[in-house]
């Protein structure tokens, strides 16, 4: 609305007068240009019937429809916002930061749209509830993109709002053209859950209310608002905002299975010899622990906790997870709570030439799968994995399914199963003991070895964590994460906030950051082992940290490079018969070696490194403790050993 | 800090550090120590296995094969016919007595020590 009238202003003239009547108007015709049509009719005198027209842009308005958009969002309970800054939502944004107070929700500034999502993402593993992302239209949905990705793969609830600049007439040339879109959701669309573009302001608030709801029904996922910036900016006149209504949010409760199905599966497990209970993507709240405790009991079965959420403490004999592959291929009975690749969970496919496959589990194995899976499926992108058949599949959720599965269980068991199912019990702990035994083993190998050993770093961590209410989070790809979730007892919801979902590198540091934030509100001490490839996709989250002083200790697992990959070139090298020996290329961190501990000092947090001695570590670690503990964040580089 | 294949002369120090605590071989058996080191640094074995070969965690990753049961002969058996994820290596890019002196290299490295032994991992169950 630079140099025309606004639309406002337009539609009070006569020019949009004379448009809806299909004639032109002096003033359209004239921008037209010579070869503009004039119509058939007399124009008439529009002088005459309007009367004079004010075209004195105006400098200022009371009430925008931003902040009638601020006004339904802060309805929605949501505390923080996470946005890098961008012009197609700035009627929005400033609406929040001053009409709104900037609080409840407090504007997080960030660095990057993948990382504004990423914390998004972390946030909502710990607080059980949305962080709003704000994304620029075109370029910041395209940044956000494999963020979002990883969100959808993961079925955690972000709830998007993003600028569009939908009317031609009003865009300011060049770049909101270049920011501006038809349809702002489409290279999205197939790894959301919902979008929409509201037309008009009651349109928004039914949507943005919608978008929460549709977000955080099971199974959660993504969503994106799209709103036009003129929406936005426009006046929003007293006569016209006595017309909206906000709907109240109502969420949805989570599907349960059949009840049929559910005792089906009872008695498959009460009669099971060798039940083995496989916990995925199962714990969407920490009610569900104690569930799964209760039902794992009854049975005296394992459980194999794929630490994808945290499912079963891992302090609980029944905990076998390090068992997992003897587990299954003894099974006669597989329970699978929201497995994410039940393919996978029964089959193994060797990645050498040819790609054999071949089935992991015992003949005449019955399968039970309660999950989600089906109801969230979209044909492009492949992450519903390889297709597995069950002899009893639920589409629901395990942990709403759960009360009726312990209640079915418990009526299945026959007076004459009990001393079996006791039995197993016995012989369960003994195993679980040999596991812990074996860990410990495992990780006394490397323990004096210098670059560090990533259950060395873990342990010296825990050593100084252990009194503290603590959480892990992040990524759980890092080495010293796997160690620690071995290690240290996991046994509570938030203990790690478990894996990414579709593996999209750079998810680590700020889905890290998303986590401490809502840890700080809890009050509880945040940590988390950074891989150093993943660190460099989205440094400036350290900025973010310390900016927000988020206390969070970020110890980066520094082993020079995109290891996994440079494992992957090396097996393909082989394969080629050509060795091995240049495999650093296009893998490594190396020439000139990366200073974390500088990158970090230089966006102002505290940080120590590299470190290569282990017996430097405990002091290293008290210190950037008590940094964190004062409210901020810290860094240590430690060189670690290659996995 | 420097790492991984191509810097290995950044390790030598500390492989170097850390083969001292062992029993010092005699001439010819140190000769095929280095050797075994530079061979396994720069036949990547380090990347799955760790730098001494004391094995990693996780996914791609191989287990701890600085360990006195596996033979020379059964370390050159596995080189040529491995199972599951490890690549196989051809008497090609690695021969036989390479594979030997990378055997000597792992033996040479110092003996764990036991769980028990480490009281961060002694102390809790």
Same mark, same amino acid.
């Given at each position: 609305?630079?140099?025309?009238?606004?639309?406002?202003?337009?539609?009070?003239?006569?020019?949009?007068?004379?448009?809806?009547?299909?004639?032109?108007?002096?003033?359209?015709?004239?921008?037209?240009?010579?070869?503009?049509?004039?119509?058939?009719?007399?124009?008439?005198?529009?002088?005459?019937?309007?009367?004079? *027209?004010?075209?004195?842009?105006?400098?200022?308005?009371?009430?925008?429809?931003?902040?009638?958009?601020?006004?339904?969002?802060?309805?929605?309970?949501?505390?923080?916002?996470?946005?890098?800054?961008? /012009?197609?939502?700035?009627?929005?944004?400033?609406?929040?930061?001053?009409?709104?107070?900037?609080?409840?929700?407090?504007?997080?500034?960030?660095?990057? %749209?993948?990382?504004?999502? +990423?914390?998004?993402?972390?946030?909502?593993?710990?607080?059980?509830?949305?962080?709003?992302?704000?994304?620029?239209?075109?370029?910041?949905?395209?940044?956000?993109?494999?963020?979002?990705?990883? @969100?959808?793969?993961?079925?955690?609830?972000?709830?998007?709002?993003?600028?569009?600049?939908?009317?031609?007439?009003?865009?300011?040339?060049?770049?909101?053209?270049?920011?501006?879109?038809?349809?702002?959701?489409?290279?999205?669309?197939?790894?959301?859950?919902?979008?929409?573009?509201? +037309?008009?302001?009651?349109?928004?608030?039914?949507?943005?209310?919608?978008?929460?709801?549709?977000?955080?029904?099971?199974?959660?996922?993504?969503?994106?608002?799209?709103?036009?910036?003129?929406?936005?900016?426009? %006046?929003?006149?007293?006569?016209?905002?006595?017309?909206?209504?906000?709907?109240?949010?109502?969420?949805?409760?989570?599907?349960?299975?059949?009840?049929?199905?559910?005792? #089906?599966?009872?008695?498959?497990?009460? +009669?099971?010899?060798?039940?083995?209970?496989?916990?995925?993507?199962?714990?969407?709240?920490?009610?569900?622990?104690?569930?799964?405790?209760?039902?794992?009991?009854?049975?005296?079965?394992?459980?194999?906790?794929?630490?994808?959420?945290?499912?079963?403490?891992?302090?609980?004999?029944?905990?076998?997870?390090?068992?997992?592959? #003897?587990?299954?291929? %003894?099974?006669?009975?597989?329970?699978?709570? #929201?497995?994410?690749?039940?393919?996978?969970?029964?089959?193994?496919?060797?990645?050498?030439?040819?790609?054999?496959?071949?089935?992991?589990?015992?003949?005449?194995?019955?399968?039970?799968?309660?999950?989600?899976?089906?109801?969230?499926?979209?044909?492009?992108?492949?992450?519903?994995?390889?297709?597995?058949?069950?002899?009893?599949?639920?589409?629901?959720?395990?942990?709403?399914?759960?009360? /009726?599965?312990?209640?079915?269980?418990?009526?299945?068991?026959?007076?004459?199963?009990?001393? @079996?199912?006791?039995?197993?019990?016995?012989?369960?702990?003994?195993?679980?003991?040999?596991?812990?035994?074996?860990?410990?083993?495992?990780?006394?190998?490397?323990?004096?070895?210098?670059?560090?050993?990533?259950?060395?770093?873990?342990?010296?961590?825990?050593?100084?964590?252990?009194?503290?209410?603590?959480?892990?989070?992040?990524?759980? *790809?890092?080495?010293?994460?796997?160690?620690?979730?071995?290690?240290?007892?996991?046994?509570?919801?938030? /203990?790690?906030?478990?894996?990414?979902?579709?593996?999209? *590198?750079?998810?680590?540091?700020?889905?890290?950051?998303?986590?401490?934030?809502?840890?700080?509100?809890?009050?509880?001490? /945040?940590?988390?082992?950074?891989?150093?490839?993943?660190?460099?996709?989205?440094?400036?989250?350290?900025?973010? @940290?310390?900016?927000?002083?988020?206390?969070?200790?970020?110890?980066?697992?520094?082993?020079?490079?995109?290891?996994?990959?440079?494992?992957?070139?090396?097996?393909?090298?082989?394969?080629?018969?050509?060795?091995?020996?240049?495999?650093?290329?296009?893998?490594?961190?190396?020439?000139?070696?990366?200073?974390?501990?500088?990158?970090?000092?230089?966006?102002?947090?505290? @940080?120590?490194?590299?470190?290569?001695?282990?017996?430097?570590?405990?002091?290293?670690?008290?210190?950037?403790?008590?940094?964190?503990?004062?409210?901020?964040?810290?860094?240590?580089?430690?060189?670690?050993?290659?996995? | 800090?420097?790492?991984?294949?191509?810097?290995?002369?950044?390790?030598?120090?500390?492989?170097?550090?850390?083969?001292?605590?062992?029993?010092?071989?005699?001439?010819?058996?140190?000769?095929?120590?280095?050797?075994?080191?530079?061979?396994?640094?720069?036949?990547?074995?380090?990347?799955?296995?760790?730098?001494?070969?004391?094995?990693?965690?996780?996914?791609?990753?191989?287990?701890?094969?600085?360990?006195?049961?596996?033979?020379?002969?059964?370390?050159?058996?596995?080189?040529?016919?491995?199972?599951?994820?490890?690549?196989?290596?051809?008497?090609?890019?690695?021969?036989?007595?390479?594979?030997?002196?990378?055997?000597?290299?792992?033996?040479?490295?110092?003996?764990?020590?036991?769980?028990?032994?480490?009281?961060?991992?002694?102390?809790?169950?």
């Amino acid at each position: 609305m630079s140099n025309m009238l606004g639309r406002r202003e337009f539609l009070k003239s006569g020019a949009a007068i004379g448009g809806a009547l299909g004639i032109a108007s002096p003033a359209a015709a004239a921008a037209q240009g010579s070869e503009a049509k004039q119509p058939a009719l007399p124009a008439p005198d529009l002088h005459a019937e309007t009367g004079p *027209v004010d075209t004195t842009p105006r400098t200022t308005i009371a009430r925008s429809g931003s902040d009638f958009m601020v006004d339904v969002i802060k309805g929605l309970g949501i505390t923080y916002i996470a946005a890098n800054p961008g /012009s197609t939502f700035r009627g929005l944004q400033e609406s929040f930061i001053n009409y709104g107070g900037n609080t409840a929700p407090e504007w997080l500034t960030c660095c990057h %749209e993948e990382t504004s999502v +990423a914390m998004a993402h972390g946030y909502y593993k710990i607080a059980a509830k949305p962080m709003l992302v704000m994304l620029h239209g075109t370029v910041g949905v395209q940044h956000a993109s494999m963020a979002i990705y990883n @969100a959808y793969a993961d079925r955690v609830p972000v709830v998007m709002v993003s600028g569009n600049g939908a009317d031609a007439n009003t865009r300011r040339v060049p770049v909101e053209w270049l920011h501006s879109v038809q349809d702002n959701a489409s290279i999205i669309r197939d790894f959301t859950k919902w979008d929409d573009a509201p +037309a008009s302001l009651q349109h928004f608030a039914e949507s943005q209310v919608r978008a929460v709801k549709v977000a955080t029904a099971v199974p959660g996922a993504p969503v994106m608002i799209t709103i036009d910036m003129d929406l936005q900016e426009d %006046e929003l006149e007293p006569h016209e905002e006595a017309k909206l209504r906000v709907p109240r949010l109502t969420l949805d409760r989570p599907p349960q299975g059949e009840i049929g199905a559910v005792r #089906e599966a009872a008695r498959l497990l009460a +009669a099971a010899e060798r039940p083995v209970i496989v916990a995925d993507r199962y714990a969407r709240t920490p009610a569900a622990l104690p569930l799964l405790v209760e039902f794992a009991e009854i049975l005296q079965a394992p459980v194999i906790d794929t630490a994808t959420r945290v499912n079963f403490p891992s302090s609980h004999y029944l905990n076998q997870s390090r068992r997992a592959g #003897e587990l299954l291929a %003894e099974a006669d009975v597989i329970l699978a709570l #929201e497995p994410t690749d039940l393919w996978g969970l029964t089959h193994r496919l060797l990645d050498i030439i040819g790609k054999p496959w071949t089935s992991t589990i015992a003949q005449g194995c019955k399968v039970i799968s309660i999950g989600t899976g089906d109801l969230l499926i979209k044909a492009n992108y492949q992450d519903f994995q390889r297709y597995a058949a069950a002899d009893i599949a639920m589409s629901a959720d395990p942990e709403a399914t759960m009360p /009726s599965l312990i209640e079915a269980t418990r009526a299945a068991i026959p007076a004459s199963r009990r001393s @079996a199912i006791g039995a197993r019990g016995r012989a369960l702990r003994g195993d679980y003991a040999d596991m812990r035994k074996a860990i410990k083993a495992a990780a006394a190998v490397g323990w004096d070895l210098s670059p560090v050993h990533p259950a060395r770093l873990a342990m010296e961590v825990w050593d100084q964590i252990r009194g503290d209410d603590w959480s892990m989070v992040g990524s759980t *790809v890092a080495t010293p994460n796997t160690w620690a979730r071995q290690l240290w007892p996991i046994d509570k919801f938030y /203990s790690h906030t478990g894996s990414s979902g579709a593996a999209g *590198v750079g998810y680590g540091l700020p889905a890290a950051l998303g986590a401490a934030i809502a840890n700080r509100d809890a009050g509880r001490l /945040s940590i988390n082992f950074q891989s150093d490839g993943d660190f460099m996709y989205a440094p400036g989250a350290l900025w973010t @940290a310390a900016h927000h002083k988020i206390p969070l200790l970020t110890i980066m697992h520094n082993n020079g490079g995109y290891h996994q990959e440079l494992m992957h070139l090396q097996l393909m090298a082989n394969r080629h018969d050509r060795g091995i020996d240049r495999t650093h290329i296009g893998t490594t961190l190396h020439g000139p070696d990366v200073d974390y501990a500088r990158i970090a000092q230089g966006m102002g947090v505290y @940080a120590e490194g590299p470190i290569s001695d282990p017996g430097q570590l405990p002091e290293a670690i008290a210190r950037a403790l008590a940094v964190v503990r004062k409210g901020e964040p810290a860094l240590l580089d430690v060189v670690g050993q290659p996995r | 800090m420097t790492l991984g294949i191509r810097p290995i002369a950044g390790l030598l120090p500390v492989l170097a550090l850390a083969t001292a605590t062992a029993a010092q071989p005699p001439a010819s058996a140190a000769d095929a120590v280095s050797r075994g080191k530079a061979a396994f640094m720069n036949s990547g074995c380090w990347a799955c296995h760790g730098y001494t070969g004391r094995g990693g965690i996780g996914p791609m990753t191989g287990p701890d094969i600085a360990r006195d049961e596996i033979t020379q002969d059964t370390l050159t058996f596995i080189v040529r016919h491995p199972i599951k994820l490890m690549p196989a290596y051809s008497e090609k890019v690695l021969s036989d007595a390479q594979i030997a002196d990378i055997h000597s290299f792992l033996a040479a490295q110092p003996r764990s020590r036991s769980a028990s032994d480490i009281p961060l991992l002694a102390r809790d169950k």
